[in-house]
């Protein structure tokens, strides 16, 4: 039986969408067919023409349609976004060469959509170190900001939203922009643990960070630059060039660049910097305009705030610090006890990538021997400002450790398919 998905008119209600869809075939095992997938606006989207508003569901079942090889029938379709798929398309292909990508779409209609105007750019936001260097470069355009609940704060995390919002909304006040929030089911549509065990092995990488990420967010964009003619709209990178061939990832300039829709155009931004450089422009930002910003960079924590334990909230203190500010200023207040956690983080855990360690970590560790004397850091954290990252990041013992455990990945996923 062939894979197919046919989908018809969704259901517009003023600011949600709830789309209708058949799936038959052997890829229904990738969907959670129980699950509806709706998306809420806080606009009107209810005179979005469905060649738009259809966009959301497409991007997220577009890259299950060519593993599966699978055709998706449409009744309409924009024609800018509808010519992109195969240039974004192209992306996946040359990341991922162990794998076979088929599949097809079939558009009843294929409608231009023109839309101009001067209310320039959206910009996704989290709040993190790769939006607000976007935000900082791009301040004077004033850029709308897009945030998704269902993305990495789950639906049932209330109060971890809650304060999503209060720091959007600040945000927004600060940079005097607009924003627009977005509660979105695109997570729970999929059967995300199916997909990883389908190109796990051939990827190396998860469904939603290898294949759905980048893409799966973006579409969220078309209805809204639909409604406020924005031509323009940013997605933070989260790699930089020097990361190219070490890891995959579903947000890559390859595939975003590509991606269109009506008269608007994607940008995948930021990619020349680094995480360092990042906080850098970021720093400097706040220096010269006198902002304050609050960074929020911690997904280990439900609630939305800074943990100040885990690995990711301890690189981002580091660049800050390393920048000779405190990281205080930037919403990241540490206790004594977690500064002297952080040791045990970085050595006995052994939980950061090579990569890392040989990228960011290096990087950190440069910026702070070039703006600061180890005697002006705290006590506890003066090691790390003479340890040799290299000796420590190609331990022999580690890499043999990996390859173990790489192998017993392997094994026992052969087993879970079988
Ligand atoms: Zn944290």
Known sequence: MKNIIKITAPVVNKNRVKYNYEVSGEWKEAFILDNDFCIEYDIDISNIPLSIIIIPLLCNILPISWIYDAVIYVESCDKAFYESIEEFKKGYVDMYPKIKFGGSIVAEAVVENSYSGENGSAAFFSGGVDAFNTLVNHAGENPTLLTIWGADVKHDDISGWQNVMKHINSTAQEFNVEYITIKSDFRKFLNENTLTLKVNELSGDNWWHGFQHGIGIIGHAAPVC??????????????????????????????????????TSIIHDGYEY???????????????????????????????????????????????????????????????????????????????????????????????????NYEQLPKDL??????????????????FYAKVKNIIKRVILKILRK
């Open 226 to 263: 639909f409604a406020l003619n924005k031509l323009i709209v940013y997605f933070a990178s989260s790699f930089t060039e020097a990361d190219k061939g070490k890891i995959t990832c579903a947000s890559d300039p390859t595939i975003d660049n590509f991606v269109r829709f009506g008269n």
């Open 382 to 399: 003066q090691w790390f400002y003479k340890l040799n990252i290299k000796k420590l990041g190609y331990h022999p013992y580690r890499c």
């Open 274 to 372: 680094d995480r360092q450089d990042k906080i850098h422009n970021i720093v400097e930002y706040c220096r010269k305009e006198e902002r304050k910003i609050s960074l929020r960079v911690c997904w280990k924590s439900t609630g939305g705030k800074n943990c100040c334990e885990c690995e990711k909230c301890w690189r981002t203190i580091l660049g800050i610090i390393a920048e000779g500010e405190e990281a205080s200023n930037y919403d990241m207040s540490y206790t004594d006890k977690q500064l002297k956690n952080f040791h045990k983080i970085y050595y006995i855990k052994k939980n950061i990538p090579d990569y890392r360690r040989d990228g960011v970590y290096t990087k950190i560790q440069d910026t702070m021997r070039k703006n600061l």
